[in-house]
Each structure stands twice: as C-alpha cells, then as structure tokens.
C-alpha cells in the first residue's frame, strides 16, 4: 500500500455491487415459500370504522392471511407517546392509515383481495390545521388528551430589556411545508418466523436496534426474539429511522401466517406512509444594535405534526434551540407547540428541524442587515460563536470553521461586485444571497450514552473483517469504517470488509442520525484497529526480538522500524496467534461514548454532543419579473467537517444536501386536498431534475475537532440547512420583495411583486 487512504477521494466500497445491479435491497430478498403482503389504507382523514368484511378476500385462491386492528396487539407503538396501532382500531385519524392487510402467494393476488375488503366507515370531521386543532372546544385528536402533543417553553437572560436597548428590533412570521424524502428505494421489509420460533426481519432501515426494539414492543416480543438485518438501503434521509409501520404489518403477517413475507410499499403508499418533514409557522423577532450584534431573541413555532407524533417532538427541540448555539447570544425566549391534526404524520428529515429554523433566522439577518446598512456577511461574522466559547444552552465548541465558510463562499461566487450592483431593472434581475448554519455531531438526548462499539477480526489470511450495528444508508459509512481499519493496520481498503448491521451478530448500535456515526463509529474503530495492531505487535514483537515501540505496521507486514527486511506479513501473525500454545484468532472490540453531558429535560440544557458541524451557502438567482420563475444560477455551500476523511463523499453529500433544499425551496410541497395527499407520486410531485440545478460546486474547511476521529466531524446533513434562506435572499436581493413562505413560486413571487408595485406608488 503506497499511502494511506484516509483524506483522499475513495469511491464508496458497496459501488460496483450498485451499479452492476448485484446489491441486495430488502425488496430484493426472496426466502422458500415466501408470501406476498399488501395494505388496506383508509380514504378519510378522520373515520370511525363501524364494519370490516373480510370473508370474501379470505375466500381468494392464495390469500392466506386477512388482517384487521382485531387481530394485531393489544400494544401501542411511538417514539414520544405510544399512540399508534400497527392496524387501526375502531377509528382511523388519517388519510393513509393502514386499516386491513393481506398475505397471499403473489403481490397481484394480495392487491387482488384488497379489493374484496368491506369496510363501513362512518366520516367524522376532521381537524386539518393547527388553527382547528387549537380551537377552544376542538374535540381531541386521541381521547382523553388535548391537540398539544408537545410544548416547549424556555427563557434565557433579560429578553424584554434586551429587546429595549436594541437599535433595530424585526418581527416576522416564516411558514415552512412538508417535504417527502424523495429516496430511491420505498420502504421495504421482509420478515419471517424461524424454527426456533424467533422472528427475523431483514429491512430497509437507518438503525437495526432501534427497529427491532421497535418490533419487539409492538409485538410484545422479548428483544432478543427479534433479529433485524440490514439490507442494503437506497436512502433514508430520516425517513427510515423509526417511524413507519412497514415492518410491523410485515411481521404481524409473518407471524400471522407463519411463512417468509415480502412487503414492499408502491410509491404511492410510500408517499402515505412516510413521514415527511415537519412544517412549521415561525413567528420571530430579533434585536440588534448598530453595527449587527444580535441582543435579543424571540421565537414562537406552531407545527403541526399530523395523527400522530413520532419523533417530532425531537425535531421541534431542534427548531426552537439549536440555531440559538450558532451566535454568541445571551438573550433568548422561545415558545414552541407541537400540534395533533388529522393528516399524514410527519417526522424525521435531513436536518431534523434545523432547516425550517434556519430559514427564517437567515431571512431576517439578511433583512435587518440591509436596514442598517452592513453586508449580512458581516453580521454573520460578528455574531457567530468561536472555538472555546460555551453557547447560551451549554454547548461547548470545540471547533468551527464557520468564518472559513463564509470566506469560501463569498469568493466562489463573487459577492463583493454583485452584491454591490444590487437590484436590476430589466425583465429578468439576478441577485446574490447567503446564508448560515450549524449541526450537530451526535447527540446525547435518547438516553445516557451516544457512543459506538466496533470489533475488528482479523483472519488468517492478513485480511480484517470490521462488525458494527451503525447503519449505511447511501452516506458513506460503511466505506468511512473501512478506511479507518485500513489505514491503522496498514492494509489495502480492499482488504478490510465491513460486514452489514445485524442484530444477532453486531455490537450494539444507535443508528444513523444526528450526523453521529464518523464522530462515534470512526473513534471505535480506532480504538479496536489499534487494539488489534497490539495484539499483532505483541507477538510480533517476540519473533522478530523487538520492543513493540520499534515496531511499525504498513504494506500488510509488521517490520521493525530500523531494520525493514525484518519483517513479518499479517497473515502470517494471524495465523501464529491461533496456532500457539494457548493461542487465539485475532478479535478485539472497543468502545468510544463522548464525553458530553445528558440533555436535562427540566432546565433543556448540557452539551448534547462532541463536535458540531458548520455551514454556508451563496447562491445567484435570475428572477423573471413576468412570469415570477427564479432560476438558479450557481451554488456554492460550503462544509466545515473537521476533517474530510473521504473528500469525494464530502462533496457528493453536500451538494446532494443542497440540491435538496433546493427542492424544497423552489419546486417540492406536499398538496392536501381535505385532508387527502393529491400528488403522491413522482409525477406530480415536482422535484429538482438536471435542467433545474446549475453545476453545484462545494468546498471543504477542515476546523480539525479535538475530539473528532483524526479531526473529522459530520458531513451529511448541515449542508441542507442553508439553501433555503440563501435562495430567499438572492431573490431579495434581485427584486427588492421578502418571501417568508415556502415553497417560493411563480405565483407567490408575482403576488409579492405586484403588492410591492402597488405600495411604491400608493
């Protein structure tokens, strides 16, 4: 091996399987005997279920199994609040919600019998708002509890008196939407019942522990009755963490039957059933002095989480704290509301809460820093936390890069001399705007423990197998992992194979989320790789008669510093540790948990995670005054990492991140009509093609985190936060008119124009 792969651009390990169509997807799986699921799902948002008739579907040639609420636990399931039947019980409270399900020996029979099911509703009305749902006298969504399904109150500093030695005090209301995780592979799972009556599930999953957890509680199972396998997953976007109810109809069918069952969701269903993001009303006010510092903060969220809460509660924590960490500010009042409703539940979502906060925070930045007259660049710059500092709610910065970002962005793009043209006059008007962000690396907040175990083999052929419950879901992890083990045991990449989350034979895991597993996973396997290597050194060490500080490991040998024609490969060593007097193979396991401190729920403060991720982003729109169509013209985020272990999955994350907010901003949103998704399907549901995006371009700032693996932090999720304020500011910044609703569209930029044309001359 010439040189370590650590910092250089490496394809992901698990690519040539993906393009030569060999990688196993869970809908791929195929088991003997294995049947077929579908899902009845309700037409109304809100409905009490008088009758189901399943006679007729029983009676189909090949069904083998019909299932109704009666037939599933007694348990229900949730993150936040055990609210949820795996099939509806007496009264659906959204549209979507699975009511009935079918096994059969074929996909097209288990539709088939869909068809047979008689289900008598009676239609109740239904609370399709927040607004409604609020309403004094408004019935509960679940009996026995009012609409609020989570509320967040917190006060730092003196606000009000703040607010009062302010020069510039800004109030304004942003509204954000929902957003459908747009990942290539809809959920699927396929679980079947062994002869050790066990339940094994292999799925589409961001965390193997956590669904099986899930699984087991559901279904009122001992966790350790439940294996969950990871198959290869084409995308999550927080869509796959723990939210829907895929593998639960799949196992209670499985179950139910006693048979393998595949159940694989239509696009169409996915769009019912997966949670999208949480759309949030931000009502916000900040106070700055002269020269842009920001004195005082005031925020009021109302979102509306749909039937059901799921980890939302989590993403509100978010929105209402977390962009309060990213300036050096000490005054700051919050008051957040999760609200039940009678629509399709949303969750998790890349980001996870930070881009709906993000936007407005951004807007108005960049709004109160043309009133005083300053580049936003500069408030940025003036307001954001440095290293060492200890924010408002208690998190310590270890490191940030975020002025680097600023810097790079700025100069990609060329903000001075476009910036300073300012507002064209012509049919189409280009403009410039940035924005912001900072993430997280971790996050001590579902229990006491947010670290990682990794265990290293090595076999007898000099060759290391790596066993890890974190969970690759197109991200990279998997390939992260196995440069870490390569380059401290001196092995070529392909000589080290990362073996598949599996609940049975894996350490315990968290999971994909909150941008923990190169911060977490990566430091275990440096532990467990050099735990590994000492055990190598150790014998070594005897036969080559060396001390093991003289040792050295490189090109699959250990050789002696000062004499490298002694030497010994690493199959060989492997091979002499087990075949010895009292010998053994190589396997080691190591932990690493940060040393951060539990979320205290009482006073909502402790420093939650080891590192946290920084970003920016500049943009340039072309704004068509007549017919209202903003076109982006060039992006450049950039990444503060840490430190870019694979700089080619850097770049690939962070421009897929924005290309994401750019649907968000300009093309994607979710449309209910009473309650009913209207464009759930790639058709109608508009997202950003090739045509729509310009060449995205990033750059990578390496803050080097003490306590990151090699410097290294999270790399997949902070570059989404940005975009959507950057594109409001470029159109801003174009045209001379604030839009504080998203989607931005034709015909909402039209209107704005035209109310703006009409107060000119008013």
Known sequence: MDESPLGRDTPQVSARAKVLGRAVYAGDVKLPGMLHGAVLRSPYPHARILRIETA???????????????????????????????????????????????????????????DLIEVEYEELPPL??????????????????????HEIRFERGDVERAFADAHLVHEAEYRTHAQYPGYLEPMATVAAPGADGRLQVWTSTQSVFLARARI????????????????????????????????LVAALLALATGRPLRLVNSRLEDFLAACSSLPERIQLRLGMTRDGLIVAKDVRIVADCGAYCGLTPEVLHVSAMRSDNMHRLANVRSHATLVYTHTPPHGAFR?????????????????????????????????????????????????????????????????????????????????????????????????????????????????????????????????????????????????????????????????????????AAGNAAILAARAARDKLFALASTLLDAPP??????????????????????????????WRHGGEGILVSATWDPP??????????????????????????????????????DSFVSDDCGKALNPLAVHGQSNGA??????????????????????????DYTMPTVDAVPTMRSGIVESNDPSGPYGAK???????????????????????VRLTELPITPEKLLAALRAHREAQHA
């Open 56 to 114: 007729s579907a029983r009676a189909l040639p090949g069904v083998r199994a019909v299932l109704t609420g009666a037939d599933a636990p007694e348990a229900l399931w949730g993150v936040h609040h055990k609210e949820r039947a795996i099939l509806a019980k007496g009264v659906v409270r959204f549209c979507g919600e699975e009511v009935a399900a079918v096994a059969a020996t074929s996909e097209a029979v288990a539709r088939d019998a869909l």
């Open 128 to 149: 399709l708002t927040p607004e409604q749902a609020l309403a004094e006298g408004a019935p509960g969504v679940h009996p026995g509890r009012d609409n609020v399904a």
């Open 216 to 247: 087991a509680a559901a279904l009122q199972r001992p966790p350790s009755s439940v294996r969950v396998m990871q198959a290869v997953t084409g995308g999550g976007f927080g869509g796959k963490i723990v939210e829907d109810d895929n593998q």
């Open 351 to 519: 980001g996870f809460g930070g881009t709906q906060m993000l936007f407005a925070l951004n807007s108005h930045v960049d709004t109160m820093a043309q009133a005083l007259g300053l580049d936003p660049v500069d408030v940025h710059r003036r307001n954001a936390i440095r290293a060492g500092e200890t924010s408002v709610h208690g998190w310590q910065i270890g490191s940030t890069g975020l002025a680097e970002c600023l810097d790079q962005c700025t100069g990609a793009i060329g903000w001075a001399a476009k910036r300073a043209r300012g507002p064209g006059q012509g049919r189409k008007r280009r403009g410039v705007g940035i924005a912001a962000a900072m993430h997280v690396s971790g996050n001590r907040t579902i229990g006491n423990w947010d670290g990682s175990t990794v265990v290293v083999r090595i076999h007898e052929d000099g060759r290391a197998v790596v066993q890890s419950g974190e969970c690759d879901m197109g991200q990279g992890a998997t390939t992260m992992l196995a440069q870490v083990v390569a380059h401290e045991l001196g092995l070529p990449l392909a000589h080290v194979h990362v073996a598949p989350p599996d609940s049975d034979h894996s350490p315990f895991a968290i999971g994909s989320l909150a941008s923990r597993v190169t911060m």
């Open 549 to 578: 500080d003289a040792l050295v490991i490189a090109d699959g040998a250990v050789a002696v510093r000062a004499r490298p024609e002694h030497r010994r490969s690493v199959a060989e060593l492997a091979r002499e540790h087990i």
């Open 596 to 633: 951060t401190q539990m979320f205290d729920k009482a006073t909502l403060m402790g420093n939650i995670a080891p590192a946290y991720s920084f970003a920016a982003q500049a943009v340039e729109v072309e704004v068509d005054t007549e017919t209202g169509q903003v076109r982006l013209v």
């Open 658 to 683: 924005a290309v994401q907010a750019v649907g968000w901003t300009l093309y994607e949103s979710l449309q209910l009509d009473g309650g009913r998704i209207v464009n759930g399907n790639f058709a």
């Open 714 to 736: 999270g790399a997949s999720e902070t570059a989404i936060l940005p975009g959507a304020p950057a594109i409001a500011n470029a159109i801003a910044h174009a045209v001379g």
